[in-house]
T-cell receptor
Framework: GAVVSQHPSRVICKSGTSVKIECRSL??????MFWYRQFPKQSLMLMAT?????????EQGVEKDKFLINHASLTLSTLTVTSAHPEDSSFYIC??????????????FGNGTRLTVT | KQEVTQIPAALSVPEGENLVLNCSFT??????LQWFRQDPGKGLTSLLL?????REQTSGRLNASLDKSSGRSTLYIAASQPGDSATYLC????????????FGSGTRLQVQP
């Protein structure tokens, strides 16, 4: 069964509004979660690394004030797209890493959120 | 900066055929390499993970190889089925620093019945 739950799976919003996407690890503590963005027929691009209890680390070119990340607990990270514009329409997907020590365990991914901004 | 390339970008084969998907990466300092399957509009399903010290991994009809020194990996699918139709992504994890995955652009596979 799924070990990472992402919600909502689809969302349509109007330009200028904000949208929150949740990523939950269901049966393990995730000190680190990663947020990716995927445009149609393209690969996943890392947006930011979310660390529990501290500020997220954003990739170059990703606006931290537009894509707000909160990792307030060991099982939940949220991504808020603020003042959304049509160009923010994309597929957003999170992944979660178990524990702190680096291992060869696969990263677990959520099922993604399809955001459409009209 | 790590770059991951997948060839071909798209592939269409008749059912029953064996096929190979290719993945190359520019920085051989990897921790592991993972192959994923992505169905349209869906998340990722992990297929195989190869540690940097390993040469290959097998799961059912899937076999993934890794040649770390040359920066290459292949995913071999035996006796392909229409249900195998999906996009296949390979991703590498660095062996130091930030441990997010770097993804290739994927190979879109269509298996014709």
């Amino acid at each position: 069964g799924a070990v990472v739950s992402q919600h909502p799976s689809r969302v349509i919003c109007k330009s200028g509004t904000s949208v929150k996407i949740e990523c939950r690890s269901l049966d393990f503590q995730a000190t680190t979660m990663f947020w990716y963005r995927q445009f149609p027929k393209q690969s996943l691009m890392l947006m930011a690394t979310s660390n529990e209890g501290s500020k997220a680390t954003y990739e170059q070119g990703v606006e931290k004030d537009k894509f707000l990340i909160n990792h307030a607990s060991l099982t939940l990270s949220t991504l808020t797209v603020t003042s959304a514009h049509p160009e923010d329409s994309s597929f957003y997907i999170c992944s979660a890493k178990r524990g702190v020590v680096e291992t060869n365990s696969p990263l677990h991914f959520g099922n993604g959120t399809r955001l459409t901004v009209t | 900066k790590q770059e991951v390339t997948q060839i071909p970008a798209a592939l269409s084969v008749p059912e029953g055929e064996n096929l190979v998907l290719n993945c190359s990466f520019t920085d051989s300092a990897i921790y592991n390499l993972q192959w994923f399957r992505q169905d349209p509009g869906k998340g990722l399903t992990s297929l195989l993970l190869i540690q940097s010290s390993q040469r290959e991994q097998t799961s059912g009809r899937l076999n993934a190889s890794l040649d770390k020194s040359s920066g290459r990996s292949t995913l071999y699918i035996a006796a392909s089925q229409p249900g195998d139709s999906a996009t296949y992504l390979c991703a590498v994890k660095r062996d130091t620093g930030r441990r997010a995955l770097t993804f290739g652009s994927g190979t879109r596979l269509q298996v014709q019945p």
